[in-house]
C-alpha cells in the first residue's frame, strides 16, 4: 500500500511495575495499520495484545517508543482527548454508562466533546441504533438489555463519534454464545464500509470472514502475522502452533 | 370496568378501618415512635408548662426583640429632676421596666485625662480624697491600641487596664496615632490618643474614690444593678439598640429551632463542598493534593468533633481576629505567586498548542488565573471580616469536621464506580473533569445518597453541641429554659420529640429521593 500508515508503532516497551516485580508487558513491539485495514490480534493471556490496544488511545502509557496516531505523536504534549475522539474504542465489558438510557448512552459525548446540538445528537443516535438493529431500545437502560444488545449500543456509541479507527477489546468474550454472532455481524458490516479496526478476539470466524491481518502476540512480542488462511492453516513458529493446538481442542 | 369496582370496593372500607389496617402493617417500632411523639403534642396543647417549653425552645420572636436591648433613656425622677439611666433591659411587666445598669467596678483614670472634677463632699481645692463620691467629666484616653473596628477602640492603657471606648463617644477626627496612621497591634506598638466628646454621657464617670495620689484615681464606680422605672416617665428614648448576637447578649441572635436548622444546613452545605474537594483529592495521583487531604481528614476524623468545635470556637477565632489580617497580604502574594507559576508551568507544557490549538493552551492559563482570584478574595474577605460572630465560628467547626467525613464517603462512593465508567467516558474524548462531571459523580451521587442522608441527620444532631460555644440553638435554649423555670423534664422533653420529627422526616425524605433516583434493575 502506497497510502501513509493511519496507526504507526514503533518499537514500544512497556513495563508494569508491581508490589511483586516488574512485569515487561510490551517488547519492542512495531506495527503499521493502514486506513481501511481490519487488524486481529491474538494470543494467550497475558499476552500483552490488551495492552497494546490501550495504548493506541493512552488508556496506557508506555515506557520507550514511539506511537502517531492519525498523524498525531502520542507524547505528553500531545492533546489526548483529541487523538481520543478520532479512536472509537468498544470494551470486553460493555462499560455503558447505567444513569443514562441507550440514547442518552450515544449522545452524551457527541453534546460534550463534539459540541452538537441536542437534536442533532438524537438524530445520529437513532440511525447508528437503527444500524446496530436495536432502533426500538432507544429509551431502555442498559441493566434492561441483554448483553449482545449492551454491546451493540456501545459498538453504536464509539461510532457516533465518527471516529477514523475502531478499537474492539475483547468484545464478543463476555457474551453467551447466543449473543455472539448478532455483535460479530454488526462488526462484519463495518468491516466492509470500510473503517480501520484493530480486533482483539480469538474469534477464528470473523478473522477468517473479515481480518486483512492476523497478528498473533506473545510474551509481550509480536510472533507471527500474516493473512488469516496461511497463518490458521500452516503457522511457521512453534509458539503459534501450541497456541492453535490449544484453541481447537475444545 | 373492573378497575373502577375494584376502587369503589376499597371506598367502601370506613376510613377509621383504613387507618386501623395502615396501622396494623406499621411495625412495632413504629408504633411506639409515634405513640410518644403524640402524648408530647398532647402535652404541648394541654399542659401550659409544656406549651411554654415549646414557645421559648422553637423562639418566640417577642422574646429577643424586647429582651436584652441597650437602652439609654432619660428618666423624670420624682422630685422633678432628670436623670440618665443606662443599661440593659432585662424584663418589661406591664408599666414597669426592669434595666440592669453597666457593671463595671474600679476605674482608673489619670490626672492628666479630667476636665472638670466634683466631689461630695466637697473638697478643699480641686482634689477629692478618698472616700468620697466623685463625678468627673472625662477629656481624653490614651494607651495602646489592641483592636479596632467599625464601632470602638479596645486598647490598654498605661496602668495595665484594658478599656473598650465606643467610637461614637470620641472625637473621631482629633485622634492622634503614633506612630502616624498605625494599625491595631496585639504587641503594643501602636499608640493612640482618643480625646472624648464631653456631652456623651459615657465620658461622665461617677463613683466612690478608692486611691488618690499625684498621678490619678481609682474610682469604684457603682456596681451594676436592676433599676425598675415607669414606662411613663421616660422623657426621652436617647439609645434603642435591639440585642445584637454576640456571646454575652444570645437573645440578639435569631434562637431556637430556626437557628438550629439555618446552621445544619447551611454547615452541611459547606461541608459537601469541602468534602467533594478533598474526596477528589484523596483519590488523586498528585502527592501534593492527596498527601494534604489525608493529613486533613485523617487528622479531623481522629479528634472529637467537640474538642473540633472548642478549638475553632476560641483558638482559631482569637488568631482569626488577632493575626490572620496581618499575614493575609502574605498569603494572598504567596497565591499570587503560586498561581503565576502553575499558569507559566502549563504554558510552556503545552507551548506547542498555541498555534495548533489556541483554546488548549489558554484553557489552563485562565483556569489558573480564576482560582488564584478567588482564593485571594476569599483569603481577602477573611480577612476584612476576621471577627466572626459565634454562629460563623459553629457554622465553620461542623462544616471543617463533617468535611473530612465527607471526604471519605464521596472517595469511596467514587471508587465505587468501576473504572472501566472513566475509562469508556476518556476513551471517547472527554477529559478527567468532563468525565467526572457528567458519568462518575451522577453515578456516585446515588452510591453516596443514602449514606449523605445519615450524614446530615447525624449533623442535625450534632447542632446541639453548639450549646458549648453558647450558640442559642435549640439545646441552649433547653438548658436556659431549665436555668430559669428548675423544670428539667419539660424542656429536654421538648427537645427530644423536635428532634425526633425532624430526622424522621429527613430519613423519609431521604428515602423518597432514593426511590426517585433508583435506575431500573
Same mark, same amino acid.
Given at each position: 500500500?502506497?497510502?501513509?500508515?493511519?496507526?504507526?508503532?514503533?518499537?514500544?516497551?512497556?513495563?508494569?511495575?508491581?508490589?511483586?516485580?516488574?512485569?515487561?508487558?510490551?517488547?519492542?513491539?512495531?506495527?503499521?495499520?493502514?486506513?481501511?485495514?481490519?487488524?486481529?490480534?491474538?494470543?494467550?493471556?497475558?499476552?500483552?495484545?490488551?495492552?497494546?490496544?490501550?495504548?493506541?488511545?493512552?488508556?496506557?502509557?508506555?515506557?520507550?517508543?514511539?506511537?502517531?496516531?492519525?498523524?498525531?505523536?502520542?507524547?505528553?504534549?500531545?492533546?489526548?482527548?483529541?487523538?481520543?475522539?478520532?479512536?472509537?474504542?468498544?470494551?470486553?465489558?460493555?462499560?455503558?454508562?447505567?444513569?443514562?438510557?441507550?440514547?442518552?448512552?450515544?449522545?452524551?459525548?457527541?453534546?460534550?466533546?463534539?459540541?452538537?446540538?441536542?437534536?442533532?445528537?438524537?438524530?445520529?443516535?437513532?440511525?447508528?441504533?437503527?444500524?446496530?438493529?436495536?432502533?426500538?431500545?432507544?429509551?431502555?437502560?442498559?441493566?434492561?438489555?441483554?448483553?449482545?444488545?449492551?454491546?451493540?449500543?456501545?459498538?453504536?456509541?464509539?461510532?457516533?463519534?465518527?471516529?477514523?479507527?475502531?478499537?474492539?477489546?475483547?468484545?464478543?468474550?463476555?457474551?453467551?454464545?447466543?449473543?455472539?454472532?448478532?455483535?460479530?455481524?454488526?462488526?462484519?458490516?463495518?468491516?466492509?464500509?470500510?473503517?480501520?479496526?484493530?480486533?482483539?478476539?480469538?474469534?477464528?470466524?470473523?478473522?477468517?470472514?473479515?481480518?486483512?491481518?492476523?497478528?498473533?502476540?506473545?510474551?509481550?512480542?509480536?510472533?507471527?502475522?500474516?493473512?488469516?488462511?496461511?497463518?490458521?492453516?500452516?503457522?511457521?513458529?512453534?509458539?503459534?502452533?501450541?497456541?492453535?493446538?490449544?484453541?481447537?481442542?475444545? | 370496568?373492573?378497575?373502577?369496582?375494584?376502587?369503589?370496593?376499597?371506598?367502601?372500607?370506613?376510613?377509621?378501618?383504613?387507618?386501623?389496617?395502615?396501622?396494623?402493617?406499621?411495625?412495632?417500632?413504629?408504633?411506639?415512635?409515634?405513640?410518644?411523639?403524640?402524648?408530647?403534642?398532647?402535652?404541648?396543647?394541654?399542659?401550659?408548662?409544656?406549651?411554654?417549653?415549646?414557645?421559648?425552645?422553637?423562639?418566640?420572636?417577642?422574646?429577643?426583640?424586647?429582651?436584652?436591648?441597650?437602652?439609654?433613656?432619660?428618666?423624670?425622677?420624682?422630685?422633678?429632676?432628670?436623670?440618665?439611666?443606662?443599661?440593659?433591659?432585662?424584663?418589661?411587666?406591664?408599666?414597669?421596666?426592669?434595666?440592669?445598669?453597666?457593671?463595671?467596678?474600679?476605674?482608673?483614670?489619670?490626672?492628666?485625662?479630667?476636665?472638670?472634677?466634683?466631689?461630695?463632699?466637697?473638697?478643699?481645692?480641686?482634689?477629692?480624697?478618698?472616700?468620697?463620691?466623685?463625678?468627673?467629666?472625662?477629656?481624653?484616653?490614651?494607651?495602646?491600641?489592641?483592636?479596632?473596628?467599625?464601632?470602638?477602640?479596645?486598647?490598654?492603657?498605661?496602668?495595665?487596664?484594658?478599656?473598650?471606648?465606643?467610637?461614637?463617644? @470620641?472625637?473621631?477626627?482629633?485622634?492622634?496615632?503614633?506612630?502616624?496612621?498605625?494599625?491595631?497591634?496585639?504587641?503594643?506598638?501602636?499608640?493612640?490618643?482618643?480625646?472624648?466628646?464631653?456631652?456623651?454621657?459615657?465620658?461622665?464617670?461617677?463613683?466612690?474614690?478608692?486611691?488618690?495620689?499625684?498621678?490619678?484615681?481609682?474610682?469604684?464606680?457603682?456596681?451594676?444593678?436592676?433599676?425598675?422605672?415607669?414606662?411613663?416617665?421616660?422623657?426621652?428614648?436617647?439609645?434603642?439598640?435591639?440585642?445584637?448576637?454576640?456571646?454575652?447578649?444570645?437573645?440578639?441572635?435569631?434562637?431556637?429551632?430556626?437557628?438550629?436548622?439555618?446552621?445544619?444546613?447551611?454547615?452541611?452545605?459547606?461541608?459537601?463542598?469541602?468534602?467533594?474537594?478533598?474526596?477528589?483529592?484523596?483519590?488523586?495521583?498528585?502527592?501534593?493534593?492527596?498527601?494534604?487531604?489525608?493529613?486533613?481528614?485523617?487528622?479531623?476524623?481522629?479528634?472529637?468533633?467537640?474538642?473540633?468545635?472548642?478549638?475553632?470556637?476560641?483558638?482559631?477565632?482569637?488568631?482569626?481576629?488577632?493575626?490572620?489580617?496581618?499575614?493575609?497580604?502574605?498569603?494572598?502574594?504567596?497565591?499570587?505567586?503560586?498561581?503565576?507559576? @502553575?499558569?507559566?508551568?502549563?504554558?510552556?507544557?503545552?507551548?506547542?498548542?498555541?498555534?495548533?490549538?489556541?483554546?488548549?493552551?489558554?484553557?489552563?492559563?485562565?483556569?489558573?488565573?480564576?482560582?488564584?482570584?478567588?482564593?485571594?478574595?476569599?483569603?481577602?474577605?477573611?480577612?476584612?471580616?476576621?471577627?466572626?460572630?459565634?454562629?460563623?465560628?459553629?457554622?465553620?467547626?461542623?462544616?471543617?469536621?463533617?468535611?473530612?467525613?465527607?471526604?471519605?464517603?464521596?472517595?469511596?462512593?467514587?471508587?465505587?464506580?468501576?473504572?472501566?465508567?472513566?475509562?469508556?467516558?476518556?476513551?471517547?474524548?472527554?477529559?478527567?473533569?468532563?468525565?467526572?462531571?457528567?458519568?462518575?459523580?451522577?453515578?456516585?451521587?446515588?452510591?453516596?445518597?443514602?449514606?449523605?442522608?445519615?450524614?446530615?441527620?447525624?449533623?442535625?444532631?450534632?447542632?446541639?453541641?453548639?450549646?458549648?460555644?453558647?450558640?442559642?440553638?435549640?439545646?441552649?435554649?433547653?438548658?436556659?429554659?431549665?436555668?430559669?423555670?428548675?423544670?428539667?423534664?419539660?424542656?429536654?422533653?421538648?427537645?427530644?420529640?423536635?428532634?425526633?420529627?425532624?430526622?424522621?422526616?429527613?430519613?423519609?425524605?431521604?428515602?423518597?429521593?432514593?426511590?426517585?433516583?433508583?435506575?431500573?434493575?
Amino acid at each position: 500500500m502506497a497510502e501513509r500508515p493511519i496507526i504507526s508503532i514503533q518499537k514500544v516497551n512497556k513495563y508494569f511495575r508491581t508490589s511483586r516485580g516488574v512485569v515487561h508487558a510490551l517488547r519492542d513491539v512495531s506495527l503499521e495499520v493502514y486506513p481501511g485495514e481490519v487488524v486481529t490480534i491474538i494470543g494467550p493471556s497475558g499476552s500483552g495484545k490488551s495492552t497494546l490496544l490501550r495504548c493506541i488511545n493512552r488508556l496506557e502509557t508506555f515506557d520507550s517508543g514511539q506511537i502517531v496516531v492519525d498523524g498525531i505523536a502520542l507524547d505528553s504534549a500531545a492533546n489526548i482527548n483529541k487523538v481520543r475522539a478520532e479512536v472509537g474504542m468498544v470494551f470486553q465489558n460493555f462499560n455503558l454508562f447505567p444513569h443514562c438510557t441507550a440514547l442518552e448512552n450515544i449522545c452524551l459525548a457527541q453534546r460534550v466533546v463534539r459540541r452538537r446540538s441536542r437534536k442533532e445528537a438524537a438524530e445520529i443516535a437513532h440511525q447508528l441504533l437503527a444500524k446496530v438493529g436495536i432502533p426500538e431500545k432507544a429509551d431502555a437502560y442498559p441493566s434492561q438489555l441483554s448483553g449482545g444488545q449492551q454491546q451493540r449500543v456501545a459498538i453504536a456509541r464509539a461510532l457516533a463519534m465518527q471516529p477514523k479507527i475502531m478499537l474492539f477489546d475483547e468484545p464478543t468474550s463476555a457474551l453467551d454464545p447466543e449473543m455472539i454472532k448478532e455483535v460479530l455481524d454488526v462488526m462484519l458490516d463495518l468491516a466492509r464500509e470500510g473503517m480501520t479496526m484493530l480486533v482483539v478476539s480469538h474469534e477464528m470466524g470473523f478473522a477468517r470472514a473479515a481480518a486483512s491481518r492476523v497478528i498473533f502476540m506473545d510474551q509481550g512480542e509480536i510472533v507471527e502475522q500474516g493473512d488469516p488462511e496461511t497463518l490458521f492453516t500452516a503457522p511457521r513458529t512453534e509458539r503459534m502452533k501450541a497456541f492453535l493446538s490449544k484453541i481447537i481442542k475444545h | 370496568m373492573s378497575a373502577s369496582f375494584h376502587q369503589r370496593e376499597i371506598a367502601a372500607i370506613p376510613v377509621l378501618e383504613q387507618i386501623a389496617l395502615r396501622v396494623a402493617r406499621l411495625p412495632w417500632w413504629a408504633i411506639v415512635i409515634v405513640a410518644g411523639l403524640a402524648v408530647v403534642f398532647y402535652s404541648f396543647f394541654t399542659s401550659p408548662l409544656y406549651r411554654r417549653a415549646l414557645i421559648f425552645i422553637t423562639d418566640d420572636p417577642r422574646l429577643t426583640t424586647t429582651r436584652f436591648a441597650n437602652v439609654t433613656y432619660d428618666v423624670r425622677a420624682a422630685d422633678g429632676s432628670i436623670r440618665r439611666v443606662e443599661g440593659v433591659l432585662i424584663g418589661q411587666a406591664g408599666d414597669l421596666i426592669n434595666i440592669e445598669t453597666k457593671r463595671q467596678v474600679t476605674i482608673r483614670v489619670p490626672r492628666a485625662d479630667i476636665a472638670t472634677l466634683s466631689c461630695t463632699p466637697p473638697a478643699e481645692g480641686d482634689d477629692c480624697p478618698v472616700g468620697s463620691t466623685v463625678t468627673l467629666l472625662r477629656a481624653q484616653i490614651s494607651g495602646a491600641l489592641i483592636f479596632e473596628d467599625l464601632g470602638r477602640f479596645r486598647l490598654v492603657t498605661d496602668d495595665g487596664e484594658r478599656q473598650e471606648v465606643l467610637k461614637f463617644s @470620641v472625637q473621631i477626627e482629633n485622634v492622634v496615632r503614633t506612630p502616624e496612621n498605625c494599625r491595631p497591634d496585639p504587641e503594643g506598638r501602636c499608640r493612640v490618643l482618643l480625646p472624648l466628646k464631653p456631652e456623651e454621657a459615657a465620658n461622665t464617670i461617677s463613683g466612690t474614690v478608692l486611691e488618690a495620689d499625684g498621678t490619678g484615681f481609682l474610682i469604684e464606680r457603682s456596681p451594676g444593678e436592676i433599676l425598675q422605672i415607669r414606662q411613663s416617665d421616660i422623657v426621652s428614648v436617647v439609645r434603642y439598640a435591639p440585642a445584637e448576637c454576640a456571646l454575652n447578649n444570645l437573645a440578639g441572635c435569631d434562637s431556637g429551632i430556626f437557628l438550629t436548622l439555618f446552621v445544619a444546613i447551611i454547615a452541611f452545605a459547606l461541608a459537601v463542598v469541602i468534602g467533594l474537594v478533598a474526596g477528589l483529592m484523596r483519590i488523586s495521583e498528585n502527592p501534593i493534593l492527596f498527601n494534604a487531604a489525608t493529613v486533613y481528614v485523617e487528622v479531623l476524623r481522629g479528634v472529637p468533633l467537640l474538642v473540633t468545635l472548642l478549638f475553632v470556637n476560641f483558638a482559631l477565632y482569637t488568631w482569626l481576629r488577632d493575626e490572620f489580617p496581618r499575614l493575609a497580604p502574605t498569603l494572598q502574594l504567596l497565591i499570587g505567586g503560586l498561581a503565576a507559576i @502553575v499558569a507559566i508551568m502549563q504554558a510552556w507544557n503545552r507551548r506547542a498548542a498555541l498555534r495548533t490549538e489556541p483554546a488548549a493552551f489558554w484553557q489552563p492559563i485562565i483556569t489558573a488565573a480564576i482560582m488564584g482570584t478567588a482564593l485571594i478574595a476569599v483569603v481577602g474577605l477573611f480577612a476584612a471580616n476576621s471577627d466572626l460572630p459565634p454562629i460563623s465560628r459553629g457554622i465553620l467547626g461542623l462544616a471543617i469536621c463533617y468535611g473530612a467525613y465527607l471526604a471519605e464517603l464521596f472517595r469511596a462512593g467514587i471508587q465505587s464506580i468501576g473504572r472501566g465508567q472513566m475509562e469508556a467516558a476518556r476513551s471517547l474524548g472527554m477529559s478527567y473533569l468532563q468525565a467526572m462531571r457528567y458519568i462518575i459523580l451522577p453515578q456516585a451521587f446515588r452510591v453516596v445518597l443514602p449514606p449523605l442522608g445519615n450524614e446530615f441527620i447525624a449533623m442535625l444532631k450534632d447542632t446541639a453541641l453548639l450549646t458549648v460555644i453558647a450558640l442559642p440553638e435549640m439545646t441552649q435554649r433547653a438548658r436556659i429554659f431549665a436555668a430559669d423555670t428548675f423544670r428539667v423534664f419539660e424542656p429536654y422533653i421538648t427537645i427530644g420529640a423536635l428532634y425526633l420529627c425532624m430526622t424522621l422526616l429527613l430519613s423519609v425524605l431521604v428515602r423518597a429521593v432514593e426511590r426517585r433516583l433508583a435506575l431500573p434493575r
